[in-house]
Protein backbone atom coordinates (compact mmCIF):
# COMPACT_ATOMS: atom_id res chain seq x y z
CA UNK A 1 0.00 0.00 0.00
CA UNK A 2 1.40 3.58 -0.76
CA UNK A 3 1.31 6.37 1.73
CA UNK A 4 -1.52 7.91 -0.36
CA UNK A 5 -3.79 5.15 -0.45
CA UNK A 6 -3.41 4.72 3.68
CA UNK A 7 -3.56 8.49 4.28
CA UNK A 8 -7.02 8.65 2.24
CA UNK A 9 -8.11 5.53 4.11
CA UNK A 10 -7.56 6.76 7.28
CA UNK A 11 -9.00 10.05 6.20
CA UNK A 12 -5.68 12.04 6.97
CA UNK A 13 -3.42 14.40 5.04
CA UNK A 14 0.11 13.45 4.68
CA UNK A 15 3.47 15.20 3.84
CA UNK A 16 6.14 13.82 1.63
CA UNK A 17 6.27 10.74 -0.45
CA UNK A 18 3.11 10.08 -1.13
CA UNK A 19 4.31 7.29 -3.62
CA UNK A 20 6.35 5.27 -1.38
CA UNK A 21 5.22 1.61 -0.67
CA UNK A 22 4.36 0.34 2.58
CA UNK A 23 4.16 -3.10 4.12
CA UNK A 24 3.31 -3.38 7.35
CA UNK A 25 3.57 -1.30 11.04
CA UNK A 26 6.56 -1.64 13.23
CA UNK A 27 8.14 0.12 16.81
CA UNK A 28 9.81 3.17 16.12
CA UNK A 29 13.30 1.44 17.22
CA UNK A 30 12.91 -1.26 14.80
CA UNK A 31 10.85 0.41 11.81
CA UNK A 32 12.80 -0.01 8.61
CA UNK A 33 12.21 2.06 4.65
CA UNK A 34 9.13 -0.53 3.89
CA UNK A 35 7.39 0.32 7.67
CA UNK A 36 4.90 3.18 9.09
CA UNK A 37 5.11 3.64 12.55
CA UNK A 38 3.36 6.17 15.27
CA UNK A 39 4.66 8.95 17.25
CA UNK A 40 2.06 9.35 20.38
CA UNK A 41 4.07 10.10 22.88
CA UNK A 42 6.67 12.74 24.36
CA UNK A 43 9.68 9.88 24.48
CA UNK A 44 8.10 8.62 21.07
CA UNK A 45 8.65 12.17 19.39
CA UNK A 46 12.24 11.77 20.75
CA UNK A 47 12.61 8.75 19.13
CA UNK A 48 11.00 9.61 15.70
CA UNK A 49 14.24 12.02 14.41
CA UNK A 50 16.28 8.78 14.88
CA UNK A 51 13.52 6.55 13.34
CA UNK A 52 14.16 4.58 9.54
CA UNK A 53 10.69 4.13 9.35
CA UNK A 54 9.41 5.21 6.32
CA UNK A 55 6.77 7.18 7.13
CA UNK A 56 5.17 8.24 10.62
CA UNK A 57 2.01 8.85 12.03
CA UNK A 58 2.17 11.82 13.66
CA UNK A 59 -0.16 14.82 15.55
CA UNK A 60 -1.88 16.99 13.67
CA UNK A 61 0.89 19.76 15.22
CA UNK A 62 4.16 17.95 14.25
CA UNK A 63 6.10 20.07 12.80
CA UNK A 64 6.99 19.80 9.27
CA UNK A 65 9.94 18.39 8.45
CA UNK A 66 11.65 18.32 4.66
CA UNK A 67 13.33 14.83 4.92
CA UNK A 68 10.18 12.98 6.33
CA UNK A 69 7.08 11.48 5.48
CA UNK A 70 4.31 12.09 7.55
CA UNK A 71 0.98 11.08 8.29
CA UNK A 72 -0.90 13.99 10.04
CA UNK A 73 -4.28 12.34 12.54
CA UNK A 74 -5.86 13.88 15.54
CA UNK A 75 -4.76 10.26 17.35
CA UNK A 76 -1.72 8.80 15.99
CA UNK A 77 -2.32 5.35 18.03
CA UNK A 78 -5.66 5.06 16.81
CA UNK A 79 -5.25 5.79 13.39
CA UNK A 80 -1.64 3.31 14.16
CA UNK A 81 -4.39 0.72 15.08
CA UNK A 82 -6.59 1.50 12.50
CA UNK A 83 -3.65 0.83 10.13
CA UNK A 84 -2.74 -2.24 11.01
CA UNK A 85 -6.08 -3.65 10.74
CA UNK A 86 -5.72 -2.69 6.94
CA UNK A 87 -2.05 -4.54 7.04
CA UNK A 88 -2.96 -7.37 8.84
CA UNK A 89 -7.03 -8.41 8.21
CA UNK A 90 -8.40 -10.83 10.78
CA UNK A 91 -7.96 -14.40 8.84
CA UNK A 92 -11.51 -15.23 7.61
CA UNK A 93 -13.21 -18.38 8.30
CA UNK A 94 -15.23 -20.41 6.14
CA UNK A 95 -18.28 -21.05 7.47
CA UNK A 96 -19.99 -24.35 8.28
CA UNK A 97 -19.94 -27.10 10.99
CA UNK A 98 -17.19 -28.99 11.39
CA UNK A 99 -18.29 -33.03 11.36
CA UNK A 100 -16.29 -33.54 14.99
CA UNK A 101 -18.55 -31.14 16.75
CA UNK A 102 -22.02 -31.59 18.42
CA UNK A 103 -24.67 -29.17 17.60
CA UNK A 104 -27.78 -30.25 19.98
CA UNK A 105 -31.86 -29.90 19.80
CA UNK A 106 -33.43 -26.80 18.19
CA UNK A 107 -30.37 -24.45 18.22
CA UNK A 108 -30.82 -21.93 15.68
CA UNK A 109 -28.17 -20.67 13.73
CA UNK A 110 -27.51 -17.09 11.02
CA UNK A 111 -26.21 -17.59 7.92
CA UNK A 112 -22.22 -17.38 7.78
CA UNK A 113 -21.87 -19.19 11.07
CA UNK A 114 -18.38 -21.27 12.01
CA UNK A 115 -18.34 -24.02 14.44
CA UNK A 116 -14.96 -25.84 14.59
CA UNK A 117 -13.61 -29.03 15.63
CA UNK A 118 -14.85 -30.61 18.53
CA UNK A 119 -16.96 -27.82 19.95
CA UNK A 120 -20.08 -28.53 21.38
CA UNK A 121 -23.70 -26.54 21.49
CA UNK A 122 -26.41 -27.48 23.84
CA UNK A 123 -29.96 -27.06 23.25
CA UNK A 124 -32.03 -24.67 22.44
CA UNK A 125 -28.98 -21.82 21.84
CA UNK A 126 -29.05 -19.35 19.06
CA UNK A 127 -26.38 -18.10 17.11
CA UNK A 128 -26.04 -15.14 14.91
CA UNK A 129 -25.30 -14.25 11.61
CA UNK A 130 -21.15 -14.64 11.00
CA UNK A 131 -20.87 -15.51 14.29
CA UNK A 132 -17.72 -18.42 15.47
CA UNK A 133 -17.25 -20.76 17.66
CA UNK A 134 -13.86 -22.00 17.92
CA UNK A 135 -12.56 -25.86 18.10
CA UNK A 136 -12.98 -27.33 21.77
CA UNK A 137 -15.56 -24.57 22.97
CA UNK A 138 -18.31 -25.38 25.05
CA UNK A 139 -21.83 -23.36 24.47
CA UNK A 140 -24.05 -24.65 26.94
CA UNK A 141 -28.34 -24.52 26.75
CA UNK A 142 -30.27 -21.44 25.84
CA UNK A 143 -27.44 -19.55 25.10
CA UNK A 144 -27.47 -16.50 23.06
CA UNK A 145 -24.41 -15.65 20.75
CA UNK A 146 -25.00 -12.12 18.90
CA UNK A 147 -23.91 -11.18 15.22
CA UNK A 148 -20.33 -11.52 14.41
CA UNK A 149 -18.89 -12.36 17.95
CA UNK A 150 -16.39 -14.82 17.95
CA UNK A 151 -15.43 -17.81 21.06
CA UNK A 152 -11.46 -18.46 19.99
CA UNK A 153 -10.52 -21.92 21.64
CA UNK A 154 -11.51 -23.72 24.44
CA UNK A 155 -14.03 -21.37 25.73
CA UNK A 156 -16.36 -22.17 27.75
CA UNK A 157 -19.93 -20.84 27.94
CA UNK A 158 -22.19 -22.33 30.86
CA UNK A 159 -26.21 -22.08 30.32
CA UNK A 160 -28.09 -19.27 30.05
CA UNK A 161 -25.94 -16.77 29.10
CA UNK A 162 -26.16 -13.90 26.58
CA UNK A 163 -23.30 -12.46 24.81
CA UNK A 164 -23.83 -9.68 22.42
CA UNK A 165 -22.70 -8.33 18.99
CA UNK A 166 -19.27 -8.32 17.89
CA UNK A 167 -18.08 -9.60 21.31
CA UNK A 168 -14.66 -11.56 21.73
CA UNK A 169 -13.93 -14.27 24.12
CA UNK A 170 -10.67 -15.28 23.89
CA UNK A 171 -9.17 -19.05 24.84
CA UNK A 172 -9.82 -20.50 28.15
CA UNK A 173 -12.60 -17.77 29.42
CA UNK A 174 -15.24 -19.44 31.30
CA UNK A 175 -18.60 -17.26 31.23
CA UNK A 176 -21.49 -18.59 33.48
CA UNK A 177 -19.93 -20.68 36.18
CA UNK A 178 -21.51 -20.67 39.53
CA UNK A 179 -20.62 -17.66 42.12
CA UNK A 180 -18.79 -17.60 45.23
CA UNK A 181 -21.72 -18.34 47.31
CA UNK A 182 -21.83 -20.27 50.71
CA UNK A 183 -23.73 -20.10 53.89
CA UNK A 184 -23.16 -21.58 57.29
CA UNK A 185 -25.18 -24.35 58.57
CA UNK A 186 -24.27 -25.71 62.19
CA UNK A 187 -20.60 -27.18 61.32
CA UNK A 188 -19.73 -26.96 57.54
CA UNK A 189 -20.46 -24.54 54.51
CA UNK A 190 -23.45 -25.26 52.98
CA UNK A 191 -23.75 -24.04 49.16
CA UNK A 192 -26.12 -21.13 48.06
CA UNK A 193 -27.22 -22.17 44.80
CA UNK A 194 -26.57 -19.87 41.85
CA UNK A 195 -29.37 -19.94 39.58
CA UNK A 196 -28.62 -16.09 37.82
CA UNK A 197 -27.26 -15.35 34.36
CA UNK A 198 -24.63 -13.80 32.62
CA UNK A 199 -25.45 -11.09 30.45
CA UNK A 200 -22.54 -9.71 28.36
CA UNK A 201 -23.34 -6.42 26.25
CA UNK A 202 -21.79 -5.56 22.50
CA UNK A 203 -18.18 -5.48 21.12
CA UNK A 204 -16.98 -6.67 24.72
CA UNK A 205 -13.59 -8.39 24.96
CA UNK A 206 -12.73 -10.84 27.09
CA UNK A 207 -8.80 -12.04 27.91
CA UNK A 208 -7.25 -15.43 28.12
CA UNK A 209 -8.68 -17.16 30.92
CA UNK A 210 -11.14 -15.07 32.74
CA UNK A 211 -14.08 -15.63 34.46
CA UNK A 212 -17.20 -14.07 34.68
CA UNK A 213 -19.60 -15.73 37.15
CA UNK A 214 -22.87 -15.64 36.85
CA UNK A 215 -25.12 -14.34 39.92
CA UNK A 216 -26.69 -15.98 43.18
CA UNK A 217 -30.11 -14.18 41.65
CA UNK A 218 -30.44 -11.56 39.06
CA UNK A 219 -27.82 -10.92 36.71
CA UNK A 220 -24.03 -10.57 36.13
CA UNK A 221 -23.36 -7.34 34.20
CA UNK A 222 -20.91 -6.37 31.41
CA UNK A 223 -21.85 -3.65 29.32
CA UNK A 224 -21.49 -2.60 25.93
CA UNK A 225 -17.88 -1.85 24.58
CA UNK A 226 -15.87 -3.12 28.23
CA UNK A 227 -12.64 -4.46 27.61
CA UNK A 228 -11.29 -7.31 30.25
CA UNK A 229 -7.67 -8.09 29.69
CA UNK A 230 -6.30 -11.91 30.95
CA UNK A 231 -7.21 -13.79 33.61
CA UNK A 232 -9.93 -11.53 35.27
CA UNK A 233 -12.10 -12.56 37.61
CA UNK A 234 -15.65 -11.01 37.68
CA UNK A 235 -17.69 -12.23 40.30
CA UNK A 236 -21.43 -12.82 41.06
CA UNK A 237 -23.93 -9.94 40.48
CA UNK A 238 -21.60 -7.59 39.23
CA UNK A 239 -22.69 -4.88 37.00
CA UNK A 240 -19.37 -3.28 35.16
CA UNK A 241 -20.75 -0.41 33.28
CA UNK A 242 -19.86 0.59 29.25
CA UNK A 243 -16.80 0.93 27.93
CA UNK A 244 -15.03 -0.17 30.89
CA UNK A 245 -11.11 -0.94 30.84
CA UNK A 246 -9.12 -3.57 33.18
CA UNK A 247 -6.25 -4.89 33.31
CA UNK A 248 -4.85 -8.53 33.76
CA UNK A 249 -5.04 -10.01 37.03
CA UNK A 250 -7.69 -7.52 39.02
CA UNK A 251 -10.47 -9.37 40.86
CA UNK A 252 -14.21 -8.34 41.49
CA UNK A 253 -15.93 -9.52 44.36
CA UNK A 254 -19.39 -10.03 44.48
CA UNK A 255 -21.87 -7.47 44.27
CA UNK A 256 -19.33 -4.42 43.28
CA UNK A 257 -21.26 -1.63 40.39
CA UNK A 258 -18.41 -0.42 38.06
CA UNK A 259 -19.50 2.85 36.31
CA UNK A 260 -18.75 3.54 32.68
CA UNK A 261 -15.51 4.33 31.34
CA UNK A 262 -13.40 3.43 34.64
CA UNK A 263 -10.18 2.67 33.93
CA UNK A 264 -8.93 -0.26 36.32
CA UNK A 265 -4.71 -1.49 36.48
CA UNK A 266 -3.25 -4.88 36.81
CA UNK A 267 -3.73 -6.74 40.01
CA UNK A 268 -6.78 -4.64 41.45
CA UNK A 269 -8.53 -5.93 44.52
CA UNK A 270 -11.91 -4.63 44.89
CA UNK A 271 -14.17 -6.12 48.00
CA UNK A 272 -17.54 -6.77 48.29
CA UNK A 273 -20.48 -4.12 47.20
CA UNK A 274 -17.62 -1.56 46.27
CA UNK A 275 -18.66 1.09 43.98
CA UNK A 276 -16.06 2.43 41.76
CA UNK A 277 -18.27 5.43 39.57
CA UNK A 278 -17.60 6.57 35.91
CA UNK A 279 -14.13 7.32 34.69
CA UNK A 280 -12.51 7.01 38.15
CA UNK A 281 -9.04 5.23 37.64
CA UNK A 282 -7.53 3.18 39.88
CA UNK A 283 -4.15 2.21 39.56
CA UNK A 284 -2.26 -1.37 39.59
CA UNK A 285 -1.86 -3.26 42.44
CA UNK A 286 -4.32 -1.25 44.70
CA UNK A 287 -7.00 -2.80 47.38
CA UNK A 288 -10.46 -0.92 47.43
CA UNK A 289 -11.88 -2.25 50.62
CA UNK A 290 -15.54 -3.46 51.00
CA UNK A 291 -18.43 -1.31 50.39
CA UNK A 292 -16.24 1.80 49.47
CA UNK A 293 -17.09 4.20 46.81
CA UNK A 294 -14.27 5.39 44.93
CA UNK A 295 -15.97 9.08 43.56
CA UNK A 296 -16.41 10.04 39.62
CA UNK A 297 -12.99 11.01 38.21
CA UNK A 298 -10.55 10.59 41.10
CA UNK A 299 -7.72 8.54 40.69
CA UNK A 300 -6.82 6.30 43.72
CA UNK A 301 -3.75 3.86 44.38
CA UNK A 302 -2.28 1.40 47.10
CA UNK A 303 -3.80 -1.03 49.89
CA UNK A 304 -6.10 0.51 50.97
CA UNK A 305 -7.13 2.78 47.99
CA UNK A 306 -6.82 6.62 48.93
CA UNK A 307 -6.42 9.64 46.44
CA UNK A 308 -3.13 9.53 44.30
CA UNK A 309 -1.49 12.35 46.08
CA UNK A 310 -2.30 11.36 49.50
CA UNK A 311 -0.74 7.77 48.35
CA UNK A 312 2.10 9.86 47.09
CA UNK A 313 2.52 12.37 50.26
CA UNK A 314 2.52 8.87 52.17
CA UNK A 315 5.14 6.78 50.38
CA UNK A 316 7.37 10.01 50.42
CA UNK A 317 6.74 9.92 54.57
CA UNK A 318 7.95 6.53 54.51
CA UNK A 319 11.04 6.95 52.36
CA UNK A 320 11.89 9.47 55.37
CA UNK A 321 11.63 6.78 57.27
CA UNK A 322 15.19 6.22 58.18
CA UNK A 323 16.37 9.52 57.82
CA UNK A 324 14.02 10.36 61.18
CA UNK A 325 15.26 7.31 63.07
CA UNK A 326 18.24 8.52 62.35
CA UNK A 327 17.61 11.88 64.00
CA UNK A 328 15.22 10.54 66.82
CA UNK A 329 18.69 8.14 67.76
CA UNK A 330 20.84 11.78 67.36
CA UNK A 331 18.53 14.11 69.86
CA UNK A 332 17.93 10.60 72.38
CA UNK A 333 22.01 11.00 72.42
CA UNK A 334 22.05 14.66 73.00
CA UNK A 335 19.39 14.58 75.67
CA UNK A 336 21.60 11.74 77.44
CA UNK A 337 24.64 13.75 77.59
CA UNK A 338 22.50 16.85 79.07
CA UNK A 339 21.31 14.62 81.75
CA UNK A 340 24.54 13.88 82.45
CA UNK A 341 25.84 16.80 82.87
CA UNK A 342 22.78 17.93 85.08
Known amino acids: MRVRELAEWLGATFEGDGERELAGVA ?191 GVTEIGEGTKLDNMVHVAHNCRIGKHVVVAAQTGFSGGVVVEDYAVIGGQVGVGDKARIESRAVLGSGCGVLTSKIVRSGETVWGTPARPLRQHLEQLANLARLPELRREVAELKRRLAELERKE
Open 27 to 217: PLETAGASDVAFVGSRKAAQQAESSAAGCLIVPLEWPGSSYRTVIRAPEPRTACARAMSRFYPTAELKPGVHPTAVVGKDVEMGALVYIGPHAVVGDGTRIGVAASIGAGSIVGKRVVLGEASVLHPNVTVYDNVDIGRGAILHSGAVIGADGFGYVMEHDHWQKFPQVGRVEIGDFVEIGANSCVDRAAL
